[in-house]
């Protein structure tokens, strides 16, 4: 059964990168951001996702989609610095079918522990993180991707 997107007037990702939604921010490119919202899955949890309100990988440009992927690649390699997870999981949903629940293109990269269950609920059932923690993992993050040497060039 495919997913059946909430009725909403605002994109919420678009309202996170505008800073009309609270978010803890990690880094903000020429094209792509990365971001934590206070419903984690995991605390750590980070989306990365495109300026612009695109809903496919496939609607990207060259240029927007190097950015993404860079982005969630070194995001992954920031997590595993300051957090120490024995894994991660990335996901990208595309279209209803897939489970895609804003029409938004986003990745999800959040970190997995051994000792810790995973719910695979939806956003709206996970818990509210207190801001001023993801603050501090956010800082600790945007820290993290300076020490990484990279191909990535953004703002």
Same mark, same amino acid.
């Given at each position: ?31 792509? @951001? ?11 949890? !980070? ?22 992927? @860079? ?10 610095? !300051? ?26 990269? !959040? ?11 939806? @956003? ?25 040497? @990279?191909?990535? !060039?953004?703002?």
């Amino acid at each position: 059964m495919p997913y059946i997107y909430p009725k909403r007037e605002l994109c919420p990702l678009c309202e996170y990168m505008e800073g009309r939604l609270s978010c803890s921010k990690i880094f903000r490119g020429k094209h792509v @951001s990365a971001f934590m919202n206070l419903r984690q899955r995991s605390v750590g949890s !980070v989306l990365v996702a495109p300026h612009r309100h695109v809903q496919s990988l496939t609607m990207l440009n060259p240029d927007e989609a190097h950015e993404l992927i @860079s982005l969630s690649n070194r995001i992954g390699r920031a997590i595993v610095d !300051v957090l120490k997870p024995q894994g991660l999981h990335s996901w990208c949903n595309v279209g209803e079918p897939a489970g895609q629940s804003l029409p938004h293109l986003h990745f999800q990269i !959040v970190p997995r522990y051994e000792d810790v269950p995973y719910t695979f609920v939806g @956003s709206a059932e996970l818990t509210i993180t207190p801001p001023a923690d993801l603050d501090v993992l956010a800082a600790r993050m945007a820290g993290s991707l300076n020490g990484f040497d @990279s191909v990535f !060039v953004g703002g």
